[in-house]
């Protein structure tokens, strides 16, 4: 069955600085990936996913996610932090043939002014 | 509707009693699922309907909980006497095409606290 695994449960980048949020999956190649931002008392809202047209995917907000079938990861990216970006962030690849995503348990991204 | 909507936002309850939580999908949607989310435990898969299919209830964590869907359409998640360990946030979402190939939307949850 597939697995994920965020690295880190929380982070701390200071503003303007690189923003790297690690996932890798289990070592069955899911179909799909996805990242999800939850901010504060909200529900979860898309970033980007990957369906296998391009392993760099880009999303909303300014980040990107590299799929890299080598190291079973899907690691998320972005430039240059901004304050609205702390918030929690979900990697999710799909089931297969579990018809539904995996989560793994989130990675809260804190900014620093 | 325009988003998935879930009703109450907030339940407070009393051990031992029974809660109801709808789900309203996005129209169209034929993929429904409820997720459970936790502190510090991400979100723990709970129940999946897809069109008329019977749906896969691997998920569930005790027979306390059920789901339904009618009309493939409006879901409601039953906890029957809560405990309280049954208190996190319930997570609804839908998807089109099915299977979650385009991702999920999901709505804002209810914050269920039993006391």
């Known amino acids: 069955a597939q697995s994920v695994t965020q690295l880190g449960s929380h982070v701390s980048v200071s503003e303007g600085a690189l923003v790297l949020l690690r996932c890798n999956y289990s070592s069955s190649v899911p179909p799909y990936l996805f990242w999800y931002v939850q901010y504060p008392n909200q529900g979860l809202q898309l970033l980007l996913k990957y369906t296998s047209a391009a392993t760099l995917v880009k999303g909303i907000n300014g980040f990107e996610a590299e799929f890299k079938k080598s190291e079973t990861s899907f690691h998320l990216t972005k430039p240059s932090a901004h304050m609205s970006d702390a918030a929690e962030y979900f990697c999710?690849?799909?089931?297969?043939?579990?018809?539904?995503?995996?989560f793994g348990k989130g990675t809260k991204l804190s900014v620093k002014p | 509707g325009a988003g998935v909507s879930q009703s109450p936002s907030n339940k407070v309850t009393e051990k031992g009693k029974d809660v109801e939580l709808r789900c309203d999908p996005i129209s169209g949607h034929t993929a429904l699922y409820w997720y459970r989310q936790s502190l510090g435990q991400g979100l723990e898969f709970l129940i999946y309907f897809q069109g008329n299919s019977a749906p896969d209830k691997s998920g569930l964590p005790s027979d306390r909980f059920s789901a339904e869907r009618t009309g493939g359409s409006v879901s409601t998640l039953t906890i029957q006497r809560t405990q309280q360990e049954d208190s996190a946030v319930y997570l609804c979402?839908?998807?089109?095409?099915?299977?979650?190939?385009?991702?999920?939307?999901f709505g804002s949850g209810t914050r269920l606290t039993v006391v």
């Open positions: 999710a690849p799909h089931g297969g043939s579990q018809g539904n995503l995996i």
């Open positions: 979402a839908s998807s089109y095409p099915p299977g979650g190939a385009g991702g999920y939307t």
